[in-house]
């Protein structure tokens, strides 16, 4: 394996924003993300294209009990305690299961995800964990990634890849991922833009550069050579190269030139021999689904043509650590 194409899901639902995201506002947004989750699926099992998604561990319960069973003790102590799950669901009484609650519930779409060839389940932390947030430690961090994995012990796995949530890369936790199994995290992209210290009154120039280099030539190199992937406190280090954004009516051609721009990237990647990382969270198809769904078609398309032509391999985060294990 000399270059690769990977994609990492942020699987997250409403604990991906609960504490922005009025749920009475958002509920046909995370209805219609179940519905577009399958349809993903579909298309990366008929492209034969490999891809991790970074679940939040709160997902994986069948009910409230279990839970309950499970929940952590040993909680966050953010200074801004409404980032806190536990006090999310202190405030707001949980539906008993999926089928009563199907925005903080998904085990049968874990299972879709689990039997299709080539899809990885990896942990987004157990509670939507900020790792760079005041008043959290490495302590508490560790008890969340613990409960993540006593979650998954239903599904018979444990997570060996992570992506850190909001992208709240924290070089002083890898040591405690190392500790709970983890192999390989996801890194963020090189510019500025992406350096994340908080959730909270990030510059809007920062999210304007973020925006803008979607479609326009701003920002660095995205692909890169396999050797330039290191190894910290027992962890790969995997850069992230693009975030796919979803489809937005206002844009117009917009939507066009940043399907186009994933491709070049892509095509550059494989005749350089390089590796190409792309994300983005299911919840971003819950507007204009059929849009977004074509896009993710054009560009895996795209990814079949350089397989065939330059060779370009499909890994999930999973893999890509077992080969760079195995030299």
């Not at 899901?9 to 209805?31: I, N, S, T, V």
């Not at 850069?239 to 066009?256: G, V």
């Not at 070049?264 to 021999?273: C, D, F, P, S, V």
């Not at 299911?282 to 398309?301: S, V």
């Amino acid at each position: 394996m000399d270059f690769f194409f990977t994609i990492s899901l942020d699987f997250e639902l409403h604990w991906g924003g609960f504490e922005k995201w009025p749920l009475d506002q958002y509920r046909d947004y995370f209805l219609k993300t179940r519905e577009v989750i399958p349809r993903m699926l579909n298309s990366f099992e008929q492209y034969k294209v490999h891809a991790t998604w970074a679940t939040v561990g709160l997902l994986l319960h069948q009910n409230r009990e279990e839970l309950r069973s499970i929940f952590p003790e040993e909680k966050p102590t953010y200074h801004n305690r409404s980032l806190g799950v536990s006090n999310y669901i202190s405030q707001n009484e949980l539906g008993t299961d999926e089928k009563d609650d199907p925005f903080h519930y998904a085990p049968s779409l874990i299972q879709k995800i689990l039997i299709t060839e080539g899809q990885e389940l990896a942990s987004h932390s157990y509670g939507h964990y900020y790792c760079n947030e005041p008043g959290q430690n490495p302590q508490q961090f560790k008890a969340d990634a613990l409960a993540w994995n006593r979650a998954a012990e239903t599904y018979g796995i444990k997570a060996s890849s992570l992506v850190f949530p909001r992208n709240q890369f924290n070089r002083d936790y890898l040591k405690v991922c190392n500790e709970v199994g983890i192999k390989i995290i996801r890194t963020n992209p090189v510019d500025w833009w992406w350096k994340i210290d908080s959730t909270q009154n990030e510059s809007k120039w920062k999210r304007l550069n973020r925006g803008l280099d979607a479609y326009f030539s701003i920002g660095g190199k995205t692909s890169y050579p396999i050797s330039s992937i290191k190894q910290q406190e027992g962890v790969w280090h995997l850069p992230a190269s693009r975030l796919l954004r979803p489809y937005a009516i206002r844009e117009l051609f917009l939507n066009d030139k940043k399907i186009d721009r994933i491709k070049y990237e892509m095509t550059l990647a494989a005749r350089n021999k390089e590796c190409y990382h792309l994300w983005w969270h299911p919840h971003n198809f819950g507007d204009n689904p059929a849009k977004n769904i074509k896009g993710l078609d054009e560009i895996l398309r795209h990814y079949a043509y350089l397989k065939n032509k330059y060779g370009m391999a499909s890994l999930n985060m999973s893999e890509i650590a077992t080969r760079l294990e195995n030299g």
